[in-house]
């Protein structure tokens, strides 16, 4: 079986190449994202592999099924640049719903924890030899609020991290994780009693039409002062002109972010020696207390391992058995894991 891999990464290859020869698949590499002007790339293929800023919209999907090509791999677990309704009965969509819960979670708090304690300007200050101290001073952990948004995998392995430095967890889900909530330490509130009570606000939930702008003016209006705010799950959860006003007024104490809203023109590639045509994007990043990384939560050897292994196992799965239980469906007006085990 052929599989055309777009968006592909040196950092792809290893795993990859060494679960797909396990399976009998034959793999090529394309470094160019999928979208309605690369889909031609796609003829001769049996599938496709497809990554978070790759394009799988009605026009793509249209070319896809006129190629013969019925699977959309995905390797992330997030599902956002895929048209899943147009996509439902047409193309069968597969995710990787848990790939590592630490990457994504520990690299949330290795953010948190430069930002707040000035790792990145002391080490830039040691360089030079300036061992001063001046403007270094950070705050506690320990008994701060933190807000969970999401309290999936990577939201409950956050807040256990949070635990074991001593905050208090503030958390909301539109699904409540059984269990979670200690009426203590640990408790499930409503969206304002969260911005209202939290030092720092954590992003872990999916992107949908309910969580789009989630952070936007009135959430930053209902926090309290100096909130830090991180984002580590999908760019376009935050309202990134908000966000700049936020930072602009100091109602917002800084921002760590993984991920950004037009992320897809810029991240995973080089860009220095260029003007970046997004004023939004360079004005944040020129902030002293902004911490901006180029979506690389997830890029450790164990995820990437992980990744590869569940995106050839769910294509083997399809191919042999006519099912997988990580196909996305798009039922009763949104996307879900698929139940029954077909969706078409």
């Known amino acids: 079986m052929k599989i055309a891999f777009f968006d592909a990464k040196p950092y792809d290859k290893p795993s990859?190449?060494?679960?797909?020869?396990?399976?009998?698949?034959?793999?090529?590499?394309?470094?160019?994202?999928?979208?309605?002007?690369t889909v031609e790339l796609a003829a001769g293929y049996d599938a496709v592999c497809v990554f978070v800023n790759d394009t799988v919209n009605a026009?793509?999907?249209?070319?896809?099924?006129?190629?013969?090509?019925?699977?959309?791999?995905?390797?992330?677990?997030?599902?956002?640049?895929?048209?899943?309704k147009y996509a439902f009965g047409r193309v069968h969509v597969l995710?990787?719903?848990?790939?590592?819960?630490?990457?994504?979670?520990?690299?949330?708090?290795?953010?948190?924890?430069?930002?707040?304690?000035?790792?990145?300007?002391?080490?830039?200050?040691?360089?030079?030899?300036?061992?001063?101290?001046?403007?270094?001073?950070?705050?506690?952990?320990?008994?701060?609020?933190?807000?969970?948004?999401?309290?999936?995998?990577?939201?409950r392995v956050f807040i256990d991290i949070c635990r074991g430095f001593g905050m208090r967890v503030l958390a909301y889900d539109k699904y409540q994780a059984a269990g979670l909530d200690n009426g203590d330490t640990v408790k499930y509130v409503s969206l304002d009693e969260l911005f209202r009570g939290s030092d720092i606000i954590s992003l872990h939930c999916p992107l949908t039409e309910e969580?789009?702008?989630?952070?936007?003016?009135?959430?930053?209006?209902?926090?309290?002062?100096g909130v830090v705010i991180l984002n580590t799950s999908r760019g376009a959860l935050v309202d990134a002109e908000a966000l700049l006003a936020?930072?602009?007024?100091?109602?917002?104490?800084?921002?760590?972010?993984?991920?950004?809203?037009?992320?897809?023109?810029?991240?995973?590639?080089?860009?220095?020696?260029?003007?970046?045509?997004?004023?939004?994007?360079?004005?944040?990043i020129s902030m002293p207390n902004v911490i901006v990384t180029s979506h690389q939560a997830f890029l450790t050897e164990d995820a990437l391992s992980n990744i590869a292994q569940t995106t050839v196992e769910n294509i083997r799965s399809l191919v042999q058995n006519g099912q997988c239980e990580n196909e996305v469906c798009y039922r009763g007006g949104q996307a879900e894991d698929c139940k029954s085990g077909k969706c078409f």
């Open 246 to 284: 936020g930072i602009k007024s100091r109602k917002v104490g800084a921002a760590c972010l993984d991920v950004y809203e037009e992320e897809a023109d810029f991240f995973f590639e080089d860009f220095s020696g260029h003007i970046i045509e997004d004023d939004t994007l360079a004005r944040l």
């Open 211 to 225: 969580t789009y702008h989630v952070i936007d003016e009135r959430a930053i209006d209902a926090c309290r002062r």
């Open 16 to 37: 990859f190449d060494k679960y797909s020869a396990e399976c009998g698949l034959d793999i090529k590499y394309f470094e160019t994202k999928l979208n309605e002007d």
């Open 95 to 155: 995710r990787v719903p848990a790939y590592s819960p630490y990457a994504v979670a520990e690299h949330t708090v290795a953010m948190l924890l430069t930002s707040i304690r000035r790792i990145h300007k002391a080490y830039i200050r040691t360089r030079d030899f300036n061992f001063s101290l001046a403007g270094m001073t950070g705050f506690d952990l320990h008994g701060k609020t933190v807000g969970v948004i999401g309290t999936g995998r990577i939201g």
């Open 59 to 84: 026009p793509v999907i249209d070319r896809l099924q006129e190629l013969g090509i019925r699977i959309v791999a995905l390797r992330c677990a997030g599902f956002n640049n895929v048209d899943m």
